[in-house]
């Protein structure tokens, strides 16, 4: 299983993103994919993740402002980022948990990860 992560750049405080990742090799019945993201100095945290069955979450620090997505036909999930804010600064990466259980937040849960996309955010 490969995991492509593009998108990432440099934009102004306020600006928006579209983050993609798409899922080459092995097919998973039963998944949730997901974006987590690690700034300098800090651990990889949790942003948003999307279940098989189209359930969604969101770390409270995004929630209003990200939208996860998913295009099956291509294998491919995306973060749209909006109103984007200097602490929003990190490498973004997407990540697969195979299991058949609800939405999980730790990184440790994700078991196939993608080579992460840098997001600046100037303030």
């Known amino acids: 299983v490969q995991l492509q992560a593009s998108g990432g750049g440099l934009v102004q405080a306020g600006g928006s993103l579209r983050l993609s990742c798409e899922v080459s090799?092995?097919?998973?019945?039963?998944?949730?994919m997901g974006w987590f993201r690690q700034a300098p100095g800090k651990e990889r945290e949790f942003v948003a993740a999307i279940k098989w069955n189209a359930t969604t979450d969101y770390a409270e620090s995004v929630k209003g402002r990200f939208s996860i997505s998913r295009d099956s036909a291509k294998k491919t999930i995306y973060l749209q980022m909006n109103s984007l804010k200097f602490e929003d600064t990190a490498v973004y990466y997407c990540?697969?948990?195979?299991?058949?259980?609800?939405?999980?937040?730790?990184?440790?849960?994700?078991?196939?990860w993608g080579q992460g996309t840098l997001v600046t955010v100037s303030s």
């Open positions: 090799g092995r097919t998973f019945i039963w998944y949730t």
């Open positions: 990540a697969v948990d195979t299991s058949r259980v609800p939405i999980r937040f730790g990184a440790r849960s994700y078991y196939y």
